[in-house]
């Protein structure tokens, strides 16, 4: 775009941003003239894509950018779709998390819902996601809305969108919404009143936590000692209202993460899996020796586990925990389906098949999780587990936090540990061993060129196992709409190339199953495991050229 253009442009966003801040920061871009043509470009040169994680980015001025204006017109873009519905008077609850301008996304959001005449109603203050995909049940709403970028970095931001089920959108009404977007040439058009919506009471965080106790069984043990953190995000009161209501012992906090801080202060990402993320809760832990450490994401729809293993304590993979939380729940006679999505871990068919239950298969994400009928448990490798469905149609951590410390608390009663329950669903089932291979990058392109490298030169062996079948995922299977993706099921082990949704990362899911005899073959098969995935990392990515 000339540099021409690019003034106009972002004259004309000038001209009508609502937000003071973004208007500084775009007038001292535009001040610095030809110096800050590449800034101009990089903000301007097209528009932040609404898909079915809504939308998610860096904060600042412009149409590339997290910002009022782009959200005021996500606003109105969905409203426009609600009303084409049929929902002219429907309500829509809006959530918030901590993250730097949250509050005043949902506060938008809220004025363009009331001027476009539907209903809306904000949660009283920034709490976790779970609790906003709850009101949109409980409240019988026809949408909600989510500010939050999750555990992204501290300059990003997001806005994910719920329809009246409580599940996240997904196609086509992303695109309808997204057309609707694009159809508001000006904000102007967009009526926003001062007043007029409802900022809700702590009615609807109470009627959540009497649903988290519904969770656990009446009757079983509350005695794991946990140490938590909340990563600086917004699920530490919610949590330990739960854990009080449930009797479970209060959890240690890990005060430098306690509190919601947007800045994240003490990570370089505020997640979980990322290196260095948990060192001070395992620091806390090795202090304190609970029975295991309890974290959350910023928005605490993720919950992560760790164990002490061998006197050092690791966290457990997210296919780890949510094996252990769907064997915990087939032990107290659970009924329904159990959901997962395809880059999770195969290990939980095997679990299903053997209760006599159903299972199934979906796209990544808890969009395409929440959508599966009779659901009754589902999970995501990426530490997101849903226990409770018809309480919360999504992941969440709270739940989750709750259902794995009662099965920490039944096993400490017979003088086991979540390990041990692990070993024995290896030997039952063969040992399962997942690993990730995940590129961040800069440039995109990265991304693009190693899949069209993978699709045109599939690989024939990995790992030196024969390639059995491969599969392009862009056009569907007999059970899978198409998406970005290739499968690869080899003898003994799969593997699964994707671009992530909301994050500029490759990311490449493994699996090896290893048959075992008896407790005693174990050690050898996981060095067997380790072995074959470190073997699959090391082709895959020759294979992408990585």
């Not at 906003?132 to 019988?140: E, K, M, P």
């Not at 669903?425 to 899949?451: C, F, K, P, Y």
């Not at 970005?484 to 593997?495: F, K, P």
Request: aromatic share 4%.
């Amino acid at each position: 775009m000339q540099h021409d253009d690019l003034l106009a442009r972002a004259q004309a966003w000038l001209a009508e941003d609502p937000d003071p801040e973004t208007r500084d920061e775009l007038a001292k871009l535009l001040d610095a003239g030809q110096d800050a043509t590449e800034e101009l470009a990089a903000r301007f040169s097209g528009t932040l894509q609404f898909g079915t994680a809504g939308l998610r980015g860096e904060l600042g001025a412009g149409p590339m950018r997290m910002n009022r204006s782009v959200v005021i017109r996500a606003a109105a873009g969905l409203a426009a779709y609600l009303k084409k519905q049929g929902n002219q008077n429907g309500l829509v609850v809006i959530g918030y998390d901590a993250r730097h301008k949250s509050q005043d996304f949902a506060r938008d959001t809220a004025a363009v819902m009331t001027g476009a005449g539907l209903r809306a109603a904000v949660l009283p203050r920034p709490l976790p996601t779970p609790v906003l995909a709850f009101a949109i049940r409980h409240l019988g709403a026809v949408a909600g809305v989510e500010v939050t970028a999750s555990h992204n970095p501290p300059r990003d931001n997001g806005y994910k969108v719920y329809l009246g089920d409580g599940s996240q959108i997904v196609p086509p009404a992303d695109t309808d919404i997204a057309a609707e977007i694009a159809a508001i040439t000006t904000l102007t058009t967009v009526p926003r009143p001062t007043t007029g919506w409802d900022t809700l009471d702590d009615d609807v965080l109470n009627a959540y936590l009497t649903r988290t106790d519904a969770v656990l069984s009446p009757d079983t043990p509350r005695t794991a000692r946990t140490v938590y953190t909340a990563m600086h995000g917004v699920g530490k009161d919610v949590l330990l209202a739960a854990f009080a209501r449930a009797g479970f012992p209060e959890p240690t906090l890990v005060t430098e993460q306690a509190d919601p801080d947007p800045d994240f202060p003490t990570v370089a990402f505020p997640n979980p899996e990322e290196p260095g993320a948990m060192d001070l809760a395992f620091a806390k832990a090795t202090e304190t020796d609970p029975d295991l450490v309890i974290a959350n994401d910023p928005d605490a729809d993720r919950c992560a586990v760790a164990v002490k293993d061998d006197g050092t304590w690791r966290m457990l993979r997210g296919d780890e925990v949510g094996a252990l939380l769907a064997a915990h729940l087939v032990s107290r006679g659970a009924h329904g389906t159990f959901a997962e999505s395809i880059v999770s871990s195969s290990l939980l068919a095997r679990i299903a098949a053997k209760a006599g239950l159903p299972h199934e298969e979906t796209l990544t994400g808890f969009k395409w999780i929440a959508r599966v009928e009779n659901l009754r448990y589902g999970y995501e490798e990426a530490l997101g587990y849903c226990v409770d469905p018809d309480g919360v149609r999504d992941k969440d951590g709270i739940t989750a936090a709750l259902l794995i410390t009662e099965l920490a608390s039944v096993l400490k009663e017979e003088g086991r540990t979540l390990l041990d329950l692990l070993d024995d669903l290896a030997v039952e089932h063969g040992l399962h061993a997942t690993d990730q291979l995940s590129v961040r990058v800069e440039d995109l392109s990265i991304i693009a060129n190693a899949m069209t490298r993978l699709r045109e030169t599939p690989p024939t062996t990995l790992a030196d196992l024969p390639v059995t079948n491969a599969e392009d995922l862009t056009q569907g299977t007999a059970t899978l709409p198409p998406t970005d993706g290739l499968r690869y099921t080899l003898d003994g082990a799969r593997v699964i190339v994707r671009p992530s949704g909301t994050e500029p990362k490759l990311k490449c899911y493994l699996e090896v199953v290893i048959p075992v005899p008896d407790h005693t073959t174990l050690p050898t098969a996981r060095a067997k495991a380790t072995d074959l995935l470190t073997a699959l990392k090391r082709d895959l990515a020759a294979a992408a050229d990585l």
